[in-house]
């Protein structure tokens, strides 16, 4: 008989995912001055980076230290690669020979940034899927549905391969169209998937409207790992999710530039957990840039990719804000949690009529109601001095009925939770824009005004 440590067949890796917080910030010191050190000694980048600030490696020995390092955003990101070598520029820290991937980042603004890894990247991102689709709840028995071409794209590369890392069996869905997809996913009995949510909820529709299957009722998907969108953070899009399938709806978040460095574990705790193994994850206030260690308090989120050796992501400013979670999750994982996942980017989260709002906020409210199809859009306009806040949805055929009631609703839920009144358009069904992988829901206009 073997023997077992605890928790063993519940964690990926059963020793760093339930480390005691102090031995996972020594853990976390340890690599990071390791990760400086390296970018330092070998990318031209980094090294003018951290003698402008008069920085060097061996000034960092405790964590207070870390905010010393100089953060580094998307933007830079994009000047670097104008440089040599082509194609990637001079935070390139290995030899060109040595990376073995190419992949970019899949944002629809602004110029995409090149990411190289090496072949130990490629593992590392492997890795970090792992630890995810484990938590998830993945195991040698899942079949896996991929529904997307992955292309120059990493997610579901990295998705795939951590799948059969684990030992599951990976079916890669892409090519075939949707219909196609839903019509494999019950040939084959597959038991999870991965993709946005907008797909998750596009795929259930065409199943129902086109081919007459209900995905809870005829097919077999247990499990759904989220990418790519906020949705299944947001408790009444995750439950539209949940219900249409009838699986489990998971979060992750992640970013080519950075690496998958979060994720929901089976106990669904309302929140993220970091992966704290594999990457160092600092909230800062948004205005002074002081570090945020207590729950309760919304900072934008910086992150250091610890093992991640060929374009190092160190301090890196993701531009997307959180707050920790007060109370550990039963999983009994140490790994922190992000309370309600990541709430948004700081670019999307806007002052409107003076109100902070953050469009995930909008979308809690309108898919919380019964009576409303799964798509909206919000548009804010300037009329003379004054902000204009137009939402766009479509009321479902069978609940044309009910119409006044639900206006009335959904405008009481709206002026709750997010402080605003809205001018409500109704537009006929299925006539807003549909999505195939990523939504852009939100339109601000002020500016162009
Ligand atoms: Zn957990």
């Not at 230290?65 to 670097?80: G, L, Q, T």
Request: glycine content about 8%; some cysteine.
């Amino acid at each position: 008989m073997t023997k077992k440590g605890k928790g063993a067949d519940r964690y990926w890796n059963p020793v760093v995912e339930t480390l005691a917080p102090q031995a996972l910030r020594e853990l976390q010191l340890k690599k990071f001055k390791r990760i400086v050190k390296w970018a330092y000694e070998r990318s031209k980048f980094h090294r003018g980076l951290y003698q402008a600030a008069g920085l060097r490696p061996g000034d960092i020995r405790s964590f207070e230290d870390v905010a010393k390092v100089p953060k580094v955003e998307k933007a830079m990101m994009r000047d670097i690669q104008r440089k040599d070598p082509f194609p990637y520029g001079d935070a390139l820290c290995v030899p060109l020979e040595e990376v073995t991937e190419f992949r970019q980042t899949s944002g629809t603004t602004g110029l995409p940034v090149y990411q190289p890894d090496t072949w130990q990247d490629w593992e590392w991102w492997s890795e970090a899927w792992a630890y995810l689709l484990y938590a998830q709840g993945y195991r040698r028995t899942d079949r896996v549905f991929i529904p997307f071409g992955y292309n120059i794209f990493v997610a579901f590369w990295a998705g795939h391969y951590a799948a059969e890392k684990i030992g599951c069996e990976v079916v890669p869905g892409g090519v075939l169209d949707t219909e196609a997809r839903v019509l494999k996913i019950q040939e084959l009995k597959a038991t999870a998937m991965m993709a946005t949510p907008t797909y998750v909820l596009g795929m259930a529709d065409t199943a129902k409207k086109k081919l007459g299957i209900d995905p809870a009722r005829d097919l077999t998907i247990k499990k759904i790992t989220c990418a790519g969108e906020p949705g299944a953070s947001i408790p009444s899009t995750k439950q539209r999710m949940q219900e249409a399938w009838g699986a489990k709806v998971y979060d992750h978040v992640g970013a080519t530039e950075i690496g998958a460095w979060g994720f929901e574990c089976t106990a669904q705790p309302g929140g993220l957990h970091v992966n704290e193994a594999l990457f160092l994850t600092q909230l800062e206030d948004i205005e002074t840039g002081e570090l945020i260690e207590e729950p309760g308090r919304k900072g934008k989120i910086v992150i250091t990719a610890l093992d991640r050796m060929a374009q190092p992501c160190i301090r890196f400013d993701s531009k997307d804000v959180a707050e920790w979670a007060a109370a550990p999750c039963p999983c009994g994982r140490t790994f922190r949690l992000l309370k309600g996942g990541v709430a948004g980017r700081a670019d999307d989260i806007t002052k409107i009529k003076g109100v902070l709002v953050a469009p995930s906020a909008i979308e809690e409210v309108v898919r919380s109601i019964r009576g409303l199809s799964n798509e909206f859009e919000i548009v804010v306009t300037k009329k003379g001095d004054l902000d204009d806040i137009t939402l766009k949805i479509e009321l479902l055929p069978e609940a044309e009925g009910t119409r006044d009631l639900i206006l009335v609703q959904l405008k009481d839920q709206l002026r709750l939770k997010t402080n605003l009144g809205y001018n409500i358009e109704v537009h006929p069904f299925g006539s807003l824009p549909r999505y195939e992988v990523k939504a852009k829901r939100f339109k601000d206009l002020r500016k162009l005004a």
